[in-house]
DNA sequence: ACGTATAATGCAAATCTTTGCATATGCAAA
DNA sequence: TTTGCATATGCAAAGATTTGCATTATACGT
């Protein structure tokens, strides 16, 4: 199976752009070279990217999935839900934990984009500032 | 704030199912007692119990999120993406995984039912027996 | 090149979820 | 009780995603 004209155009499009960007944000950036594409084309076709291991697909707590390249080295994030901010950390600082899991259950973890959610530094200090306050 | 009556019927329910239930499944077994409500109403209850920490909302690969009640122990899962299969870990095996991150980036975890995807030991032999077989 | 099988695509409809706005409801102060 | 405020709800529309089906493109063996 080759790759398709449409996947051609989102890994070009990720690999440019280098950030989470939302299907309807590849939709639009494609157009201008595939202009009768189809939303739901680009939906099948990140889908079999992601099941490619190619792309990681993710809920950051915006409304919408976004899709990342994974070409370069594994990474996750920490997403705050007060202030939006978005943090990432290695693989480094997982690996052993999915390594654990992995023994325990001999299960094969293929999540490659791991998303927790919490309370950034500063906001956790703001917490704190409106609680002396008062 | 007060508890609502829609609040209070999907506790109910959720507690009474004790299970993951879909926004839809959620609606349908609510509409029992009351025969008026709205998804929509629905939706933004099981956001507020969500937010409150009592509900834990998560996407397990079928194409809807999932609720649960949170008041018993903390659990995860492991999900298998060829046979779908769910298997439930213990807060214990994820504790210090959380601890290390939340120490080294000053970040709060409020990620409370995680969901990893992968193979499970039966797929995976699957996998290798095909193999053999050629 | 030809015919066939497989995979990709477009399109429309279905499904899932969020949102804006008007109304209703509960709570507390007056 | 009445008033005022904050929150909850219904409704409809918008937005996000999936799916069924017919069509088209691609690969592969002849
Ligand atoms: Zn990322
Ligand atoms: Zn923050
Ligand atoms: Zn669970
Ligand atoms: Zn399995």
Redesign the pocket.
Known sequence: ???????QAILETLSKEHSHL???QVFEEIRGR?P?????????????LVEQGVVSVS?MGT????YELLTDGRHHHLVCQKCRRVMTIGHEDVQSFFNAIQEKNHFQIVTNHLILFGICDNCQENVENSRAEK
């Open positions: 199976m080759r790759a398709s004209s449409v996947e939302t299907s309807l595939l009768a594409v189809n939303q739901s084309t680009v939906y099948r076709a990140l889908e079999r809920d409304h919408a999935a976004v």
